[in-house]
């Protein structure tokens, strides 16, 4: 349902629920009412998550929603001497058009051109991503593995949480329900690696299989970033593997890596693959475009696959 239609419902009222839409013009309006709530407002971006199940469960539906979407402060994508800052409301387009990006930080872009269809590009939001706390989701990955921070803010002040300890179990996280994520602080640093594999069913719309994000960077702080999504009740990072990179491990076949995968990672049998699947995929991927790939060092500007389970 487009956001339009949701203001259409603006107080209606079903047997005493009732959806209300507030619609705050500035950041600081939108903390002001996000704490006068006490939180239960529910914030909305796109609404490309939160507006999937609302013909079927509507009841679940009605309540009050934040409408991020006049917050104009929120949107532009900002470059610093040392981070790349997108907003809180920016969406995977602006992304894909900032020429700079596809330059210093092409995983970003990689990832944004595989979400869903155009349509789905220009709504949907990083922070949203985010938020929802998919273990499938595309945007995550590739921002763990650019070891970006997420800064989220309430009327009490500002949190700084970074990304690969933000999750605390499926669907849970540490943002409280009066915070908003004003913004994704991503350090700009020179990559010698970097790789974004997403397998699905096909080779577009497709939720992930198994997604890979994979970089290297020799500078300060660097290092290897191995990050993992749909095979563990949160998307995150894989340190056995990291540290086989790390060590310059000699590995051999796909199979070798199996026992540090199964020490990283959870996969569970649903309806999109087994578990069985995805941890062969990621050994595949891991061994044929990062454990091999990574002899071709700086010089690739091949950043990114989606496969499908034929190759
Ligand atoms: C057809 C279709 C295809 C899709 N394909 C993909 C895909 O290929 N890959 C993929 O990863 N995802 C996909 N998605 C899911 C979705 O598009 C993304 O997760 C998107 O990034 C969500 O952003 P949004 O702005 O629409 O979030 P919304 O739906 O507005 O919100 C999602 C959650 O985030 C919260 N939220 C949003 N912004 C903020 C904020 N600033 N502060 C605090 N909380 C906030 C909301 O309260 C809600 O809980 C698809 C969705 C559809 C409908």
Not at 75 to 87: I, K
């Amino acid at each position: 349902m487009p956001l339009h239609r949701l203001r259409r419902d603006r107080g209606r009222h079903r047997g005493g629920a009732a959806v209300s839409v507030l619609l705050p013009g500035s950041r600081r309006e939108a903390l002001e009412l996000l704490a006068r709530s006490n939180g239960a407002a529910m914030p909305i971006a796109g609404g490309t998550d939160l507006l999937v199940h609302w013909p079927q469960r509507q009841e679940e539906h009605d309540r009050a929603y934040l409408d991020l979407s006049g917050i104009a402060e929120l949107r532009p994508v900002e470059w610093t001497p040392d981070a790349l800052v997108l907003g809180g409301l920016t969406t995977y387009w602006d992304v894909i058009r900032d020429a700079r990006v596809g330059r210093e930080l092409p995983l970003l872009a990689v990832a944004a051109r595989q979400v869903g269809s155009i349509q789905i590009q220009t709504r949907g939001t990083w922070a949203g991503n985010i938020v929802n706390g998919s273990p499938a989701a595309d945007g995550v990955p590739v921002l763990m593995a650019y070891d970006a921070v997420v800064v989220l803010e309430s009327v009490a002040g500002r949190e700084e949480v970074p990304l690969e300890r933000f999750y605390e179990g499926y669907k849970q996280m540490r943002r409280r329900p009066d915070q908003l994520v004003v913004a994704i602080r991503i350090p700009r640093r020179p990559y010698t690696f970097q790789r974004f594999v997403k397998i699905g069913s096909r080779r577009a719309q497709a939720i992930a299989k198994v997604g890979l994000a994979v970089t290297h960077s020799a500078a300060g702080g660097g290092g290897w970033r191995v990050v993992a999504a749909s095979v563990a009740p949160t998307i995150r990072r894989c340190p056995s593997i990291e540290r086989l990179l790390e060590e310059q491990a000699a590995v051999h076949s796909p199979e070798e890596l199996l026992p540090a995968i199964a020490r990283d990672v959870t996969p569970i049998d649903d309806i999109r693959s087994t578990a069985e699947y995805r941890k062969l995929a990621m050994a595949r991927v891991l061994f044929y475009d990062v454990f091999r790939g990574r002899e071709q060092g700086a010089g690739s500007t091949d950043h990114g696959r989606r496969m499908t389970d034929n190759g």
